[in-house]
């Protein structure tokens, strides 16, 4: 992915809003903003894509959705302007917004309740 920075602006003057509604963005991680490559640990995300992702999250919400868990996810991605589904959505941390906001987490884990039924 390598859009030029100018495109931004002029996707930014498409408007924040249709039908009184926000835009956000959700991005795959493995084979959309990083390319699929034999060993998952080797997949990485090149600077420009960063660089346009950052700065599509000054302008939206971004999120970037993975079957990976949340500690690879955000050192792979390397930003805390972004929203993370992890663990195939079951783990979220929204995006940081400045050292002042840590932000939220949440775990869904429904593996635990439902461990004597998957042993079964």
């Known amino acids: ?8 602006a002029e996707f930014e003057g498409f408007g924040h809003e249709v039908f009184g509604r926000r835009f956000s963005i959700f991005l795959d ?7 699929i ?3 998952p640990v080797l997949a990485e995300l090149s600077p ?11 302008i939206y919400p971004v999120a970037i959705v993975s079957g990976r868990g949340l500690d690879d996810l955000t050192e ?6 972004v ?6 959505g079951m783990t979220i941390r929204s995006a940081t917004l ?23």
């Open 1 to 8: 992915m390598s859009m030029p920075l100018n495109k931004l």
């Open 29 to 35: 991680f493995d084979g959309t903003l990083a390319p």
């Open 37 to 39: 490559v034999e060993t």
């Open 48 to 58: 420009a894509t960063r660089e346009v992702v950052d700065e599509l999250s000054r």
């Open 76 to 81: 792979k991605v390397g930003l805390g302007g």
């Open 83 to 88: 929203a993370f589904a992890a663990n195939h």
């Open 98 to 120: 400045g050292k002042a906001s840590k932000g939220f987490e949440m775990d869904h884990d429904i593996g635990g309740e439902k461990s004597a039924a998957i042993r079964e």
